[in-house]
């Protein structure tokens, strides 16, 4: 019918002598009435009928949400799952609010495997479809995992408007930054280096964006609109999403786990408020009775008469500690290696050789000759992975130290 309009207008009013022509006719007549409810036709005589100038987006996208939505019913009839598809909700790119659930289905959004689709049930009650993923963020999701997704930050960047003010006719040489920075001794522990070395990996991310170009090892070239450029780039950031795994286990593991979960952490600091009386929000809550009930049996905790539960003191480190001993001595056995758990206040070194998800969070392989150590991972190691690593273990996190000549901490 739209190829057929004569500047959008369709004239029905002359029913056609032949039968098959008629049976067209009445088709029509019935679709441009759907179309009409729908406000994507309008009748003006009858028979004569416009076609809104939106029609076929409209029902392109109308399709695509179709589909959306029985991706999304197929992802939670694949674990048992019945939710109103009311409270669906289809987000393009981030949320605007973070979205805390556990992952029904991950997915290919297109052929060329650049980003990803996420299904979320969400502890608000509702089931949310995230599109436009980088996969590195979902890597160590699991279907059944807990994540957070939100939108990625976007802050100001004092780094892009010293780069602009150091810069000479257009030119930034690292070798003058470095001489400044040692001439005003402003920078923080004296890591001269370090800081400008940080500047120069702020303008590599910008080259692969095509905002700066590096000429050689001491030379980059910066244009004149630079830190509007650079704005605008990590704006752009920002409607990518920003996801954190919370556990990289289902809630049935979480409840029998010798590890600090995150049915603990929002156990010990009380956060239920967010929870959604139905949907997962209601399928935490029981977990966290279950988990309740499994801490005093271990003798983790004591209920008193008045229904309040009392929890022994460091309950998360102790049970990281306990887990980690576990596990350590567990994979002991089949490294050959001798296991030996870090302290705090320790300093750790040796080679980086991957890690391990465990119900307390992701952990480093740290190896010697004859030993091995188990430290809480973060995302700067990465890049570390089968070189010499040194940290300093403190309060559950380690300060990597990275970078032997320059001893950048991290």
Request: charged letters at 30%; hydrophobic letters at 35%.
């Amino acid at each position: 019918m739209a190829g057929e309009a004569d500047g959008r207008f369709l004239d029905l009013r002359h029913e056609p002598g032949e039968p098959k022509r008629q049976f067209e006719r009445t088709l029509r007549l019935r679709r441009l009435s759907k179309l009409g409810r729908m406000g994507l036709a309008t009748e003006h005589a009858p028979g004569v009928w416009e076609l809104n100038e939106r029609l076929e987006p409209t029902l392109r996208e109308l399709g695509e949400r179709g589909d959306i939505i029985r991706n999304m019913q197929r992802s939670l009839a694949a674990d048992g799952i019945e939710r109103d598809p009311m409270t669906f909700r289809i987000h393009e790119g981030a949320p605007a609010m973070p979205v805390t659930g556990r992952v029904l289905d991950k997915y290919l959004a297109n052929e060329l495997g650049d980003n990803l689709t996420v299904v979320v049930d969400g502890i608000d009650g509702r089931t949310h479809h995230i599109t436009n993923i980088d996969p590195m963020q979902l890597e160590d999701a699991r279907i059944g995992s807990v994540i957070e997704i939100g939108r990625a930050e976007a802050t100001a960047r004092p780094s892009d408007r010293t780069i602009a003010a150091i810069a000479e006719d257009g030119i930034y040489r690292p070798s003058r930054h470095l001489e400044q920075a040692k001439f005003e001794g402003r920078v923080p522990g004296g890591d001269y280096e370090g800081h400008v070395d940080a500047h120069v990996r702020r303008l590599e991310a910008l080259r692969r964006a095509g905002i700066a170009e590096r000429i050689d090892a001491d030379q980059w070239r910066i244009p004149e609109d630079f830190e509007s450029r650079a704005a605008a780039y990590d704006a752009g950031r920002t409607r990518q999403a920003s996801v954190r795994v919370l556990s990289a286990f289902d809630l049935e593991k979480q409840i029998g786990a010798d590890g600090a979960t995150w049915l603990d952490r929002r156990m010990i600091h009380g956060k239920t408020a967010d929870f959604a009386p139905t949907g997962f929000g209601q399928q935490v809550r029981e977990a966290m009775d279950r988990r309740r009930e499994h801490h005093i049996a271990q003798g983790d905790a004591t209920g008193s008469r008045d229904g309040r539960i009392f929890y022994r003191r460091s309950l998360l480190a102790t049970l990281r500690e306990r887990e980690v001993a576990r596990v350590g001595a567990e994979m002991a056995e089949g490294k050959a290696l001798l296991f030996r758990t870090a302290t705090d206040g320790e300093t750790i070194s040796g080679k980086f050789t991957g890690t391990r998800q465990l119900s307390s969070g992701k952990f480093a392989i740290v190896e010697k000759s004859h030993e091995f150590t188990l430290v809480p991972w973060r995302p700067v190691i990465d890049r570390e992975l089968g070189r010499e690593v040194a940290g300093i273990v403190q309060g559950g996190s380690v300060s990597w130290q990275l970078g032997r000549q320059r001893g950048l901490g991290l």
